[in-house]
């Protein structure tokens, strides 16, 4: 089975300089590819100088990472896509583990490893952890992270699993099925594109697994930090596109909930003197608004939807119930 590795780098020249010799060195056999969104710094011209056997695809502007993705896949001929963000870093052999599940299941359709935290080895990281669920209202949540509260790995997650959705910090995914879901929906940008597809090949039939033998470390929040107001923009936004493209049930009423549990956040956000975070969420409403038609129309044409979650709401869990372990959500 060949994997194609695909990086997509934005002004990263540092990250690459950093993170991409692990790359080489533990992914011998497998193509790697470098997608540049219109850099200036460098960063091309400093791979082909010191890693010519990395191919480089090079675009005249920064297509996020929904739109360099799909462009890229229609150049690219392999079994398996790896989307990998510039500042991860693998390790020996992360790829057989990966390999051995995709050939002895085929319904399996995408694949996440053990995310760690290259600043903090002992934790798990933000995106991703030990694998992605998501709630009633299309809030995600991870094994190992709820929310802000992040666990340290001992061993709890050293599984293969069922999950609901894989990070994009490092998205393993079949050419085949990507292509027939059509790849990232474009209209995301950048954030919680990588939930939509997962959800997406949920209500095909297909599954998606977490593979816990296999290990990265991500630095996180190293092209867009967390404390960013656009990032709150994209996660709030994303959000309410993807529930509304694919949960299950009456979508109205889902999002009548939301956005009352966004008001309450941005209130939170208030609390904390972040005005610009708690504008960011009024103005993702805006933008989910101004798409709704479009979004309710993808609906109307894909009606096979399934069950898609296990906790009715994880913010109340978390912020009511005070559960912060993944261990200790009923339902799971």
Partial sequence: MNIAIVILNWNGKSLLEAFLPSVIKYSAGHDIYVLDNASSDNSVDYIKKN????????????????????????QIKTDVFCFLNSDVS????????????FEKQTKVAIIQPKILDQKDPNKFEYAGGGGGFIDRLGYPYCRGRIFNSIENDNG????????FWASGACFFVRSKVFKLL??????????????????RAHNKGFSTKYVGNSTIFHVGGATLNTSNPKKTYFNFRNSLYTLTKNAKGTILFLILLRLILDGIAGIH???????????????????????????????????????????????WN???????????LNNH
């Fill in 269 to 315: 956000f208030l609390a904390q003197r972040k005005p610009k975070h708690t504008w960011a969420v009024i103005k993702a409403h805006g933008g989910f608004y101004t798409k709704l038609p479009k979004l309710l129309k993808f609906r109307r044409a894909n009606t096979q939807r399934k069950t898609y979650s296990k906790v009715n709401s994880i913010v």
């Fill in 156 to 163: 709890q997650y050293d599984d293969t699993k069922d999950i």
């Fill in 90 to 101: 693998v390790t020996k052999n992360w790829l057989l583990p990966v390999i051995e599940c």
């Fill in 182 to 199: 059509g790849g990232f929906d474009a209209d995301f940008f950048a954030h919680m594109e990588e939930i939509d597809l997962c959800w």
């Fill in 318 to 328: 978390y912020f009511v119930l005070k559960i912060s372990k993944y261990s200790k």
């Fill in 51 to 74: 890693h010519p056997k990395v191919k480089t695809i090079e675009y005249t502007e920064n297509y996020g990472y929904t739109g360099a993705y799909n462009r890229a896949v229609k």
